[in-house]
């Protein structure tokens, strides 16, 4: 079992940065794929990031590559998400989740734990 809570959002203006975290409780944290996925009001929750439980290899949206950034510390059990250059359409609630049994997924079904989500307004 992982419990997983998120922090770090808050209310930035366009062209602005935050970083979320995500710490994780439970054993093993290094086992597991580690992703962040986001929800808009009325919009289905999308894949943002992920990185692989060994070898730090990481993949991201579209719409975030070069702006996003997704790294891990397994001694502190925790994942981060650096958000530089960021844009109104960027605001949304902000889910950390953990993957027991992929190396590294961009898949909603592939995780099996989630965080309650942090909020993230971006500014025009």
């Known amino acids: 079992q992982v419990q997983l809570v998120e922090s770090g959002g808050g209310l930035v203006q366009a062209g602005g940065s935050l970083r979320l975290s995500c710490a994780a409780s439970?054993?093993?944290?290094?086992?597991?794929?580690m992703g962040w996925f986001r929800q808009a009001p009325g919009k289905e929750r999308e894949f943002v990031s992920t990185?692989?439980?060994?070898?730090?290899?990481?993949d991201y949206a579209a719409s975030v590559k070069g702006r996003f950034t997704i790294s891990r510390d397994n001694a502190k059990n925790t994942v981060y998400l650096q958000m530089n250059s960021l844009k109104p359409e960027d605001t949304a609630v902000y889910y950390c989740?953990?993957?027991?049994?992929?190396?590294?997924?961009?898949?909603?079904?592939?995780?099996?734990?989630w965080g309650q989500g942090t909020q993230v307004t971006v500014s025009s």
């Open positions: 439970g054993r093993s944290f290094s086992s597991y794929a």
């Open positions: 990185i692989s439980r060994s070898f730090g290899r990481t």
């Open positions: 989740a953990a993957a027991r049994d992929s190396f590294w997924s961009t898949r909603t079904s592939a995780y099996d734990y």
